[in-house]
C-alpha cells in the first residue's frame, strides 16, 4: 500500500506575522528508502522561534526556506522502513531534518537513535533532552558562566530555553531573576521552579522591578527577547557582566535590521561581554549537557514543561503562540500517534 505523506510547503515568504497563504498543505506519495536510507513517519515536530527567520530571506545562520521547499523543523519519528543495517523498523530515531511533514526520507548516517529512559516522555527529546536543553547549558555554563552569589537575569524565562537556563544557574548558586508574561508564569517561577524572583512584563515596569530585585546589578544575563526589555537588562549590567543572546523573538516577524542597546558606551566602560550563539556550533558539548541535565532530573533539581498540539494541520497556528507568549512550556505539534510499548 503506497504511504501518503502530508507536508507544509513554504508557499510565500511572511512580511509580518505569518498569514493563512504564506504555507500550503499538500499530498504525495511518500518516498522510497535508497540504499543507506530510512523512512520516518514523524511523531512529534518541534516548534522554534527560529522557524519564522527561516521563512525570510534576511541574513541568517542557514539558507532560508526555498520557496515551494517542505518547511524546516525538528521532528522525532520512529523507522517505518529501512535500507540501512544501523536501523530496523521500530526504532525511534531524530532525523536531521524532519520538517513538517509527516514522512521523512533521511540518510541513516546522520540520523540518531533514540533510546528512552522509564518515565521520560517522548517529547522530553525535542525539550530539555533535545536542543533545547542544550542551548540552555552551553549559554550558561559556556558564556554567562554564573558563579555563587552572582545574580543572573534570564528573559522570557518561563519559555523552553529561560526555564531550563534559570535552573542551571541556579544550581551553579547563583540569585535567579526571571522575566515572564502573566502571574501564572511568574508564580511558577518563583513556586515550582525556585527561582528568587520574578517579574510579570505584562503587568508591572520592568526597568522598576529590576532596581526592587537586583539591588546590587546583574552579573550574567541570559537573553532570549530583545528590545525595551533587553535594553531594561542591559542598563544594569555590572562591571564585567556577561550576556549569552540566544534570541530576539521581539522582532522575528518585523522587516529590517534588529536594533539593540542604545547606549554602546556602556559595553566598554563596564567591560561588557555579550556573545550571540547558535547551537548547532556547540553540537560537541552534548554529551556534557544531556549528562549533566539528565542526572539533575533524575535528582528532582530541575524541572520542565511541554505544550503539546494535536495535528498537522495546526502547525501554522500553534507557531504564532510563541509570538503572543499564549504556549507554556516547549511547544511541540503531535503529527501521529506514539508506537505502543
Same mark, same amino acid.
Given at each position: 500500500m503506497?504511504?501518503?505523506? #502530508?507536508?507544509?510547503i513554504?508557499? +510565500? #515568504?511572511?512580511?509580518?506575522s505569518?498569514?493563512?497563504?504564506d504555507? +500550503?498543505l499538500?499530498? $504525495?506519495?511518500a518516498?522510497?528508502?535508497?540504499?543507506?536510507?530510512?523512512?520516518?513517519?514523524?511523531?512529534?515536530?518541534?516548534? &522554534?522561534?527560529?522557524?519564522?527567520?527561516?521563512?525570510?530571506?534576511?541574513?541568517?545562520?542557514?539558507?532560508?526556506?526555498?520557496?515551494? &521547499?517542505?518547511?524546516?523543523g525538528?521532528?522525532?519519528?520512529v523507522?517505518?522502513?529501512?535500507?540501512?543495517? #544501523?536501523?530496523?523498523?521500530? &526504532?525511534?530515531?531524530?532525523?536531521?531534518?524532519?520538517g513538517?511533514?509527516?514522512?521523512?526520507? *533521511?540518510?541513516?548516517? +546522520?540520523?540518531?537513535?533514540?533510546?528512552?529512559?522509564?518515565?521520560?516522555?517522548?517529547?522530553?527529546?525535542l525539550?530539555?533532552?533535545?536542543?533545547?536543553?542544550?542551548?540552555?547549558?552551553?549559554?550558561?555554563?559556556?558564556?554567562?558562566?554564573?558563579?555563587?552569589g552572582?545574580?543572573?537575569?534570564?528573559?522570557?524565562? *518561563?519559555?523552553?530555553v529561560?526555564?531550563?537556563?534559570?535552573q542551571?544557574?541556579?544550581? +551553579?548558586g547563583? =540569585?535567579?531573576?526571571?522575566?515572564?508574561?502573566g502571574? *501564572?508564569?511568574?508564580g511558577?517561577?518563583? !513556586?515550582?521552579?525556585?527561582?528568587?524572583?520574578?517579574?510579570?512584563?505584562?503587568?508591572?515596569?520592568?526597568?522598576?522591578a529590576l532596581?526592587?530585585l537586583?539591588?546590587?546589578?546583574?552579573?550574567?544575563a541570559?537573553?532570549?527577547?530583545?528590545?525595551?526589555?533587553?535594553d531594561?537588562?542591559?542598563?544594569r549590567?555590572?562591571?564585567g557582566? =556577561?550576556?549569552?543572546?540566544?534570541g530576539l523573538?521581539?522582532?522575528y516577524?518585523?522587516?529590517?535590521?534588529?536594533?539593540?542597546?542604545?547606549?554602546?558606551g556602556?559595553?566598554?566602560?563596564?567591560?561588557l561581554?555579550v556573545?550571540?550563539?547558535?547551537?548547532?556550533?556547540?553540537?560537541?558539548? $552534548?554529551r556534557? $549537557?544531556?549528562?549533566d541535565?539528565?542526572?539533575?532530573?533524575?535528582?528532582? #533539581?530541575?524541572?520542565?514543561?511541554?505544550?503539546?498540539?494535536d !495535528?498537522? &494541520?495546526?502547525?501554522?497556528?500553534?507557531?504564532?503562540?510563541?509570538?503572543?507568549?499564549?504556549?507554556?512550556?516547549?511547544l511541540?505539534?503531535?503529527?501521529?500517534?506514539?508506537?505502543?510499548?
Amino acid at each position: 500500500m503506497t504511504l501518503i505523506n #502530508r507536508k507544509w510547503i513554504l508557499k +510565500q #515568504r511572511p512580511t509580518a506575522s505569518l498569514a493563512p497563504d504564506d504555507l +500550503q498543505l499538500v499530498e $504525495a506519495p511518500a518516498p522510497a528508502p535508497g540504499g543507506g536510507e530510512v523512512l520516518i513517519r514523524n511523531i512529534y515536530l518541534s516548534l &522554534d522561534p527560529t522557524n519564522r527567520i527561516w521563512m525570510s530571506d534576511r541574513e541568517q545562520y542557514l539558507p532560508p526556506v526555498g520557496l515551494g &521547499d517542505v518547511m524546516r523543523g525538528t521532528t522525532l519519528g520512529v523507522v517505518v522502513e529501512s535500507r540501512s543495517d #544501523r536501523f530496523a523498523p521500530g &526504532d525511534i530515531v531524530l532525523p536531521p531534518d524532519g520538517g513538517w511533514q509527516l514522512y521523512t526520507l *533521511a540518510d541513516a548516517s +546522520q540520523t540518531r537513535r533514540i533510546k528512552g529512559e522509564p518515565g521520560v516522555p517522548l517529547t522530553a527529546y525535542l525539550s530539555v533532552l533535545g536542543v533545547t536543553g542544550l542551548t540552555a547549558y552551553v549559554g550558561v555554563m559556556d558564556i554567562c558562566r554564573p558563579k555563587a552569589g552572582e545574580t543572573f537575569a534570564v528573559t522570557a524565562g *518561563a519559555g523552553a530555553v529561560g526555564s531550563v537556563a534559570g535552573q542551571i544557574a541556579a544550581i +551553579q548558586g547563583a =540569585r535567579v531573576v526571571g522575566i515572564a508574561g502573566g502571574p *501564572a508564569k511568574t508564580g511558577w517561577l518563583t !513556586g515550582e521552579l525556585g527561582f528568587d524572583g520574578a517579574i510579570d512584563y505584562k503587568g508591572e515596569d520592568v526597568g522598576a522591578a529590576l532596581d526592587r530585585l537586583c539591588p546590587d546589578g546583574i552579573d550574567s544575563a541570559f537573553e532570549n527577547v530583545g528590545g525595551p526589555i533587553m535594553d531594561a537588562v542591559y542598563e544594569r549590567l555590572n562591571t564585567g557582566g =556577561r550576556v549569552a543572546v540566544c534570541g530576539l523573538i521581539s522582532n522575528y516577524n518585523d522587516e529590517g535590521p534588529i536594533p539593540g542597546p542604545t547606549d554602546f558606551g556602556r559595553m566598554l566602560m563596564k567591560r561588557l561581554t555579550v556573545s550571540g550563539f547558535i547551537v548547532i556550533d556547540h553540537f560537541h558539548r $552534548a554529551r556534557d $549537557a544531556w549528562s549533566d541535565i539528565s542526572r539533575w532530573i533524575a535528582e528532582g #533539581r530541575l524541572k520542565w514543561k511541554d505544550h503539546v498540539v494535536d !495535528g498537522l &494541520d495546526n502547525a501554522p497556528d500553534a507557531l504564532g503562540l510563541l509570538f503572543t507568549g499564549a504556549n507554556d512550556g516547549k511547544l511541540v505539534v503531535r503529527i501521529s500517534e506514539e508506537p505502543e510499548a
